[in-house]
């Protein structure tokens, strides 16, 4: 057979004044873009504080059966934490030895940075804290206090590309949520077994949304339990497409082609806001409560 005739084209480059047309109407997409979020949905704001904390509880406790839904439980391994509004040197977090998918309000246990458990606490902790999550977690809490919520677990493919010990590479749209806002820690010293630990931890985080702990797992930072749930689930998913990737890859005998750094910026100041996350991650709670047929009722004393 007659090998068929390819054609190659060069695109000319666009002149400056279509440059100027073209980022003009970028801008002008995306400040539709975040205008039709707005009025699609807006995050909840709360005039009493107690409101405030049961609501956060109940989408906390959400987020741990989301989470178990998802296949994120290895063992009693694994935590989400949120500052409380009321008592804010202290955070929320699941009890230890509960099945994520169990997890109610009633059965969090409010903990302050030194580790002692508030009265606040649910019924089932009976002085099981979390030790590691507590080390952990506490740190990065102190060392933001403007971040709301973190989440750390043992998630298949997040233990998996943790053991390659670099960073994601920016191949597809989704991964570019976290360009330049993600880093690896790279000193693993078995389950975090003291404050110093979390403390290392904290700082290699920053202020970025996300860390790939090495031969460890995933965490991430977020000031909305929605957004720490999107971001999560969108490192797990980077981490499989990645693995995917670089195996294809190696069988076809070329690298992966990696989004150049001018579209991962563009891309980011899109995907990667906190209020994208916060967005992004709603449906999974309207999913649930959907399944579940519960919502949010506050019932005042």
């Not at 084209?9 to 873009?33: D, F, G, H, M």
């Not at 290392?200 to 920053?206: D, K, P, Q, S, Y």
Request: hydrophobic share 40%; aromatic share 10%; with cysteine.
């Amino acid at each position: 057979m007659a090998p068929v005739p390819t054609s190659t084209s060069t695109l000319s480059s666009p002149s400056s004044e279509s440059v100027n047309v073209i980022e003009t109407l970028k801008a002008n997409l995306r400040r539709k873009t975040f205008k039709s979020t707005a009025a699609i949905a807006a995050v909840p704001l709360f005039a009493d504080k107690y409101e405030e904390r049961e609501f956060l509880k109940f989408r906390l406790a959400q987020a741990f059966r989301i989470f178990g839904k998802l296949g994120y439980d290895e063992g009693a391994a694994g935590h989400i934490t949120v500052t409380d509004p009321i008592k804010t040197n202290c955070f929320w977090l699941n009890p230890l030895g509960l099945h994520f998918s169990l997890v109610q309000p009633s059965d969090l246990i409010l903990v302050d940075f030194d580790g002692n458990i508030m009265e606040e606490s649910g019924h089932f902790h009976e002085g099981v804290l979390n030790v590691p999550a507590f080390y952990l977690h506490s740190a990065i809490h102190k060392a933001r206090p403007g971040m709301l919520c973190a989440a750390h677990c043992h998630s298949l493919y997040g233990r998996a590309f943790s053991a390659l010990g670099c960073e994601l590479d920016m191949i597809t749209q989704d991964t570019c949520v976290f360009y330049n806002d993600h880093t690896i820690y790279k000193n693993f010293n078995g389950t975090v077994k003291d404050v110093e630990e979390g403390i290392r931890i904290a700082e290699c985080l920053g202020n970025r949304k996300a860390a790939i702990l090495e031969n460890h797992g995933l965490l991430v930072a977020a000031d909305s339990i929605e957004a720490a749930v999107y971001y999560f689930m969108g490192l797990e998913k980077a981490c499989q497409v990645q693995l995917l990737a670089d195996a294809a890859a190696i069988g076809r005998g070329h690298p992966t082609v990696k989004i150049s750094e001018a579209e991962c910026i563009d891309t980011y100041e899109v995907v990667g806001h906190s209020k994208g996350g916060w967005f992004n991650g709603l449906p999974q709670f309207q999913l649930l409560e959907v399944q579940e047929g519960v919502r949010f009722e506050y019932k005042r004393d």
